[in-house]
């Protein structure tokens, strides 16, 4: 049969792939269970050729796919990351699509097309449960685009905790994007936390931001404060975050507020450049 290489694999030293290569495959699966009960598997091949060394052959390890619910990744011999890692796009759900099983989705919807893109579908990854309280929880989900390529991650995390100055018991949910490039390098983009009163469900207070690259254009420069044109025109894009913060005053009054933050690339740094907050 044939076998094809990972686009961008580098051969180790002293090898060079050709058609007319002989591979030799090592395939195997593990499998557990973790604390909840879940059980789980991966499975992994690993591809090996030949090289003569004077009189004798050597074993030369070229490449390894690793999947692992549902997501395959790929290592050269130094296990670096080849490329980004893939799922079965049969297997995806479109953010459209997302069920009661997926409330977490459906309530972020607008936020992961904003820091993923639109046409971008989803795969439940992995659940947990603390089980010496089950107010702390989480889940994983793996943020794809149509093909399957993985483009990040929308981690969601449920916790409780007791108010020192109340003594009430509050509930938190903790949101968080990150994406992944093709060396297997993460990135925050965002993310979002809510806290709630334990007995009356009452939001306390809650808090989001995402970060996004943008081109500097005519288009972005209209929309940005007169007074930051002049700085942010020098530079061909800016990381631009922005954020809001929701609270309740002594009164009880709900305030609000919310920033918007510019960066720049200077010599490998992001440099802060300007930014707005409104309260």
Known sequence: STI????????????TLEDATKIIVEAGKNTWVDPQGDS???????????????????QVFLWETQTRNGVTTAYDSN?????????DPSALKAIASATSDDAEITANAASLEKVFG???KFLLLNTWTDQQNANNSGKEYGIFDGTGLKLGSM?????????NGTNEKVLST?????????NGEWQWLGGSWKNYDSESGDLRDSGSNTRATEAVDADFLAGVPTELVSTLEGYSSVVVETGSNTWKDPAGESRTSTFTRYFADDDGEQKFVGGTDTQ
């Open 4 to 15: 094809t290489a990972p686009s961008g694999l580098t051969e180790p030293e002293g090898v």
């Open 40 to 58: 789980f598997s991966s499975e992994y091949t690993r591809y090996y050729t030949e090289v003569k060394t004077g009189d004798y052959y050597d």
């Open 79 to 87: 296990w670096n990351q080849i490329g980004k890692p893939k799922a």
């Open 118 to 120: 639109s046409d971008i």
């Open 155 to 163: 981690n969601v995390n449920k916790g409780s905790w007791t108010d």
């Open 174 to 182: 903790n949101v968080g994007f990150n994406t992944i490039d093709a």
